[in-house]
């Protein structure tokens, strides 16, 4: 212990909180923003920082969300055995798990989690194995045998050394791979990335350029930097990245009343888009437990085989899953007396009782209690995916390890299968309604995994492949042919999961263990059962809290209503940065000033872009998610950012030719950009709802009482100096350069019907 050969596993979080600070405080898109507020503080324009809002807010909602689930993934551990029994000075004592020393010899009994790797000393148990492997069959352990921490003890007693301990074993070391933060995948995410990026590009020297250009042409040092700063603010889409996190932020408090934590916000995306997904047999589509589906007696009457199984019940002190679905089936309330009991052994393969009348009465497999001429019986079950157990009888003189199937009595077989989960068949169905192919992928028998998935309702389930023998090379085609995978390793988990994605899918997977860690990590979005290891939550983009699979397309709907209402909120921002952008080169071309103040900037973003925008990002929208976000976003805000350009070209051009003021042109530019902005507000608000016509028109009411009310803060200019008939003009001209680009729009076929409609 002094050496530091303990049982503490390092479960670093997956991000620290350093790690989440620093990547939502430090970023370009909010380098950028400081500066600007930093100069216009410098001139003492302290009423155009109003736009640093919206900065703080965005980063605070990253912050919070990310740390949430920080917080409530580190309350699950990789081991959930808080204690052990160690034997020291030869006595047990119990333990914290995290004090096993190296070498200690501990003491399991059944339904103990194995916390370290460990020899087996003395004794014989059965492990499960599932969360390492995905094989849920016990394995059986002797005297030599290794226990892999992170097993299960389901029957049998044994003592056993501690050979690795902590970061050595076999958990730790699958599951340290699950610490390696990955971020998700996101359209979303990478537009907008892209999008700040490349005007992060041209920004910078073109805010310098405008800067200087206005100042050597005579403007003051207030107004030169307050124009550059409008310029550089309004290409900026900061309404957009806010409007992102909090549309995230809203799914994931959604679904946390559903009990589903969301690692990162992008995930919701992420899930929205999979058009496949691959899901664990145990744990997801099964409960993880055997349920008795039926008895056929066979030589004997139902009531015979009912008595039989209730003695082998009475009699065993295992509590695997076998014994629990016939005690829960037909109870232990047998009446005659018991006068031993040999448990079940891998090697024989059966358990047996032995009563006070001289009977014995076997249970275990087919193959070793019942005659031959029942193996077509066994056989029609079985290829059914059932699992089949015998009970037949037999004079207990005989010896016990000598006993020969042709001289039982074959009392019947009971007939036991997987619990399938009650949800799952509507969940699937849910799935496959909305074009979401699903993959099975397990550990278990084909035969079995098959007939399981055609139970839970999984299309093309009989289309089924035993993975052990396919090599690396035949996976790429086996994907697209099979539907149930069987005997698969970590591994291969992930090599069909890269597969799907060669083939150009978006996979979701779902996993409990840490033999799924690996696709886990691979997938584009990674769902993962709280019950489960804390090496697949950590890995996990998804956790279901309760393990119920039914909130699947919960997550599912928030995700496309996030995404869809994102994907239309988002061309009104970009609106702003495309004639932001074009007006900035006109006004470097043309040596006039900048039209707009940042404060009217802010105006026109918060009443026409980014107040309806939060209203639309939170209505109801389950379509399915098509085609590229960025082109989808461009199609929809191209012809409202070039009517608005043009609109001002004109008002400047009028104003030029008339000699207005610089105070003017800017009220001018404002009212035909706030004007032009409406259209292209109700364009995307329709077919209009009641929510929608409100939002609308409250916005006019709020812009009408700036004008009256406010309009020094804004800079408006009323009487004699402001004429309308400039501004109708070229909103005029702007509504003619919309109606153009919706036809280019249209006959490229940038849009699909509904949206063309």
């Not at 992102?244 to 990162?264: C, D, M, Y």
């Not at 103040?597 to 209203?615: C, D, N």
């Amino acid at each position: 212990m002094a050496s530091g050969l303990v049982n503490k596993v390092t479960l670093t979080p997956t991000r620290t909180t350093w790690q989440i600070l620093r990547d939502n405080l430090f970023t370009l898109f909010n380098l950028i923003n400081v500066l600007l507020a930093v100069a216009l503080i410098a001139v003492k324009s302290y009423r155009n920082i109003m736009f640093m809002g919206v900065i703080i807010l965005n980063t605070l909602i990253g912050v919070y969300q990310e740390s949430r689930s920080k917080k409530a993934l580190e309350k699950l551990s990789l081991i959930a055995q808080p204690t052990a029994r160690v034997v020291r000075d030869g006595a047990v004592t119990t333990m914290p798990t995290d004090e096993v020393a190296l070498d200690d010899v501990l003491d399991f009994l059944p339904g103990m989690q194995i916390c370290a790797d460990c020899e087996l000393l003395t004794g014989e148990i059965e492990a499960n194995e599932s969360l390492l492997t995905g094989e849920s069959d016990p394995v059986v352990k002797k005297a030599g045998d290794e226990l892999k921490s992170g097993s299960f003890v389901v029957s049998g007693t044994c003592r056993a050394r501690a050979v690795h301990v902590g970061d050595e074993s076999y958990a730790s070391k699958l599951g340290a791979q699950a610490r390696i933060y990955k971020k998700p995948t996101s359209e979303i995410m990478t537009a907008l990335n892209r999008i700040v990026k490349g005007i992060g590009i041209i920004i910078v020297p073109m805010g310098i350029a405008l800067f200087f250009r206005q100042f050597m042409s005579g403007a003051s040092l207030e107004n030169s930097i307050t124009g550059s700063a409008a310029a550089m603010i309004g290409m900026i889409p900061q309404g957009l990245v806010l409007l992102t996190s909090v549309a995230l932020a809203a799914g994931a408090f959604n679904l946390s009343k559903k009990n589903v934590l969301i690692s990162q916000l992008y995930a919701i995306e992420s899930l929205a888009r999979v058009d496949v997904l691959c899901l664990d047999k145990t744990g997801t589509i099964t409960t993880g437990n055997i349920a008795v589906e039926d008895i056929i007696p066979i030589e004997g009457s139902r009531e015979a085989l009912m008595d039989s199984i209730r003695a082998i019940v009475r009699a065993t002190k295992a509590d695997n899953a076998t014994s629990k679905a016939l005690r829960q089936a037909y109870g232990d309330a047998f009446s005659g007396v018991i006068k031993g009991f040999t448990p079940f052994a891998s090697e024989r393969k059966w358990s047996m009782v032995s009563l006070e009348d001289g009977t014995a009465i076997f249970a275990g497999a087919p193959e070793r209690l019942l005659p031959r001429k029942y193996a077509s019986l066994v056989e029609s079950y079985a290829g059914q995916g059932k699992r089949v157990i015998a009970i037949s009888s037999l004079n207990s003189s005989h010896t016990p390890d000598n006993v020969n199937p042709e001289d039982m009595n074959a009392i019947g077989i009971v007939l036991m299968t997987d619990e399938i989960r009650p949800q799952a068949k509507d969940t699937l169905d849910y799935f496959a309604g909305q074009g979401v192919e699903i993959k099975i992928i397990s550990g278990d028998n084909p035969i079995t995994v098959s007939a399981v998935a055609a139970r839970a309702g999984v299309r093309n389930a009989e289309k089924y492949v035993d993975m052990s023998t396919l090599s690396d090379s035949d996976i790429d085609d086996a994907v697209v042919k099979y539907t149930v995978f069987s005997r698969v390793t970590p591994q291969q988990k992930k090599l069909l999961v890269t597969a799907l994605k060669k083939h150009g899918r978006v996979v979701g997977m779902t996993g409990d263990g840490v033999n799924d860690v690996l696709a886990l990590k691979e997938s584009d979005c990674s769902i993962a059962m709280a019950s489960g290891s804390d090496a697949a939550r950590q890995v996990a983009n998804v956790t279901l809290m309760d393990d119920n699979f039914q909130n699947m397309p919960f997550v599912v709907f928030e995700g496309r209503r996030v995404t869809n209402n994102v994907q239309n909120a988002a061309s009104l921002f970009l609106t702003k940065t495309i004639f932001s952008m074009a007006l900035a080169i006109f006004t470097l071309i043309s040596a006039s000033s900048y039209p707009f103040e940042p404060i009217q900037l802010t105006l026109f973003s918060t009443l026409f872009i980014g107040y309806p925008s939060f209203v639309l990002a939170l209505q109801p929208n389950s379509k399915r998610i098509t085609g590229d976000f960025m082109k989808t976003v461009l199609s929809k805000a191209l012809p409202g950012g070039l009517a608005i350009t043009f609109g001002i070209f004109a008002i400047n051009f009028i104003g030029l030719k008339l000699s207005y003021t610089h105070e003017v042109v800017s009220s001018m530019a404002l009212m035909c950009t706030s004007a032009l902005g409406l259209v292209a507000l109700i364009r995307v608000c329709l077919p209009f709802n009641a929510l929608r016509l409100a939002m609308v028109a409250s916005s006019c009411a709020a812009f009408a009482l700036c004008f009256i009310f406010f309009r020094d803060l804004f800079g408006f200019v009323t009487g004699a100096a402001l004429e309308i008939w400039p501004i109708a003009v070229s909103v005029a001209a702007g509504l003619a350069i919309m109606a153009i680009c919706d036809q280019i729009v249209y006959r490229k076929g940038w849009k699909n019907g509904d949206e063309q409609k």
